[in-house]
């Protein structure tokens, strides 16, 4: 059996947790994984001894994968092989999920939420494919043990997560910091406050300056042991609400930009500890909404997306696309890749 060559092409850190059970899948199946970090915003020495790390673009395209895999939502045109969008989150609200940029040949979906735009958005371009397959950051979550945290908090104090989203229209961390300041001096609850890697460094630096014992600022890359951890979340229209919802916990979010009945949504910050209460204590009918949202959102809890990923690639590798045109050259935004990379080969 010919042994298949793959790439994943990554700029932040959070591609670790998407890429690394996708990654496991390949290995299993026999085949050769690469990685290639582009941009300043990467972690190298996040990577383990046993993946291979490529210096440079040229190294990458001497690799000549068959298929490349990226979280982000660009791939360069000169980066070889079918290019696979797996998705760097599940919060289908946000600005740009379902724009089409011109770059990729296979959108991996994650469930019935997004999956039946992208078959419309497949039916109108005509050039890529659509395949549903869950997530693969996922497939470790339900088995991710929760994060050490001091035996006393654990038995006096509930976990509140907060993870804000860094999009300045869109990040409830400017508003929520008085309140969060407030109320962590009560030492009600303990709390734990994860930012998304594009967060602006001035609410980053207001947050760490927070002098209280029950507040840890989570640096690490990974998230699933912390929503393993957390009793309740406080958030925004953060990708990571659709994560914590698959655990079937509530959430308080703050002007959330499409709200639903699983939500506990609040449009001024001084309603927050009332929400959180709410939150902690939930009716059965948010438990019902919780439950609902994440099967329609994200269906799959057995742990194989990534090898669905996998065989959803191999599949188009041995009998090509459904779609029945080609990739456009997307010139433009190409141009804008090769000027952002400083690389002018062809």
């Given at each position: 059996?010919?042994?298949?060559?793959?790439l994943?092409y990554i700029?932040?850190?959070?591609?670790?947790?998407?890429?690394?059970?996708l990654?496991?899948?390949?290995?299993?199946?026999g085949d050769?994984?690469?990685?290639?970090?582009?941009?300043?915003?990467?972690?190298?020495?996040?990577?383990?001894?046993?993946e291979?790390?490529?210096?440079?673009?040229?190294?990458?395209?001497?690799?000549?994968?068959?298929?490349?895999?990226?979280?982000?939502?660009?791939?360069?045109?000169?980066?070889?092989?079918?290019?696979?969008?797996?998705?760097?989150?599940?919060?289908?609200k946000?600005?740009?999920?379902?724009?089409?940029?011109?770059?990729?040949?296979?959108?991996?979906?994650?469930?019935?939420?997004?999956?039946?735009?992208?078959?419309?958005?497949?039916?109108?371009?005509?050039?890529?494919?659509?395949v549903?397959?869950g997530?693969?950051?996922?497939?470790?979550?339900?088995?991710?043990?929760?994060?050490?945290?001091r035996?006393?908090?654990?038995?006096?104090?509930?976990?509140?997560?907060?993870?804000?989203?860094?999009?300045?229209?869109?990040?409830?961390?400017?508003?929520?910091?008085?309140?969060?300041?407030?109320?962590?001096?009560?030492?009600?609850?303990?709390?734990?406050?994860?930012?998304h890697?594009?967060?602006?460094?001035?609410?980053?630096?207001?947050?760490?300056k927070?002098?209280?014992?029950?507040?840890?600022?989570?640096?690490?890359?990974?998230?699933?042991e912390?929503?393993?951890?957390?009793?309740?979340?406080?958030?925004?229209?953060?990708?990571?609400?659709?994560?914590?919802?698959?655990?079937?916990?509530?959430?308080?979010?703050?002007?959330?930009?499409?709200?639903?009945?699983?939500?506990?949504?609040?449009?001024?910050?001084?309603?927050?500890?009332?929400?959180?209460?709410?939150?902690?204590?939930?009716?059965?009918?948010?438990?019902?909404?919780?439950?609902a949202?994440?099967?329609?959102l994200?269906?799959?809890?057995?742990?194989?997306?990534?090898?669905?990923?996998?065989s959803?690639?191999?599949?188009?590798?041995?009998?090509?696309?459904?779609?029945?045109k080609?990739t456009?050259?997307?010139?433009?935004?190409?141009l804008?890749?090769?000027?952002?990379?400083?690389?002018?080969?062809?």
């Open positions: 059996m010919t042994v298949k060559r793959y994943f700029a932040h850190n959070y591609a670790f947790e998407i890429l690394r059970p990654q496991q899948a390949i290995w299993a199946n050769e994984v690469k990685w290639l970090a582009v941009g300043k915003e990467v972690s190298l020495n996040y990577f383990s001894n046993e291979t790390l490529l210096s440079t673009i040229d190294e990458a395209r001497a690799f000549n994968p068959d298929a490349s895999f990226a979280p982000g939502n660009e791939i360069p045109h000169f980066i070889p092989g079918l290019k696979v969008q797996v998705f760097h989150g599940l919060e289908w946000k600005k740009g999920h379902f724009v089409i940029r011109g770059f990729f040949d296979l959108y991996c979906t994650h469930g019935p939420a997004t999956t039946s735009r992208f078959n419309q958005l497949a039916d109108k371009h005509g050039y890529f494919d659509v549903e397959t997530w693969p950051k996922l497939d470790y979550l339900f088995t991710t043990p929760a994060m050490p945290i035996e006393q908090v654990i038995k006096q104090k509930k976990i509140i997560l907060y993870a804000p989203t860094f999009s300045p229209t869109l990040t409830s961390a400017p508003e929520l910091f008085e309140e969060i300041q407030r109320l962590s001096k009560t030492k009600a609850h303990h709390w734990l406050i994860k930012f890697p594009k967060m602006a460094k001035i609410w980053c630096e207001k947050y760490q927070l002098l209280a014992d029950n507040v840890e600022i989570i640096e690490s890359a990974s998230i699933n912390l929503l393993q951890t957390a009793d309740i979340m406080v958030s925004d229209t953060s990708s990571v609400i659709g994560e914590f919802s698959l655990l079937n916990k509530a959430i308080v979010s703050l002007n959330n930009k499409e709200p639903g009945d699983y939500l506990i949504n609040i449009s001024d910050a001084k309603d927050l500890a009332q929400a959180i209460d709410k939150a902690l204590t939930p009716s059965t009918n948010l438990k019902a909404a919780i439950k949202y994440a099967n329609d994200h269906p799959y809890h057995d742990g194989q997306a990534a090898a669905r990923i996998l959803a690639t191999q599949q188009l590798l041995s009998h090509g696309k459904k779609a029945q080609n456009p050259w997307n010139i433009f935004r190409n804008k890749q090769r000027k952002k990379l400083n690389y002018w080969r062809l």
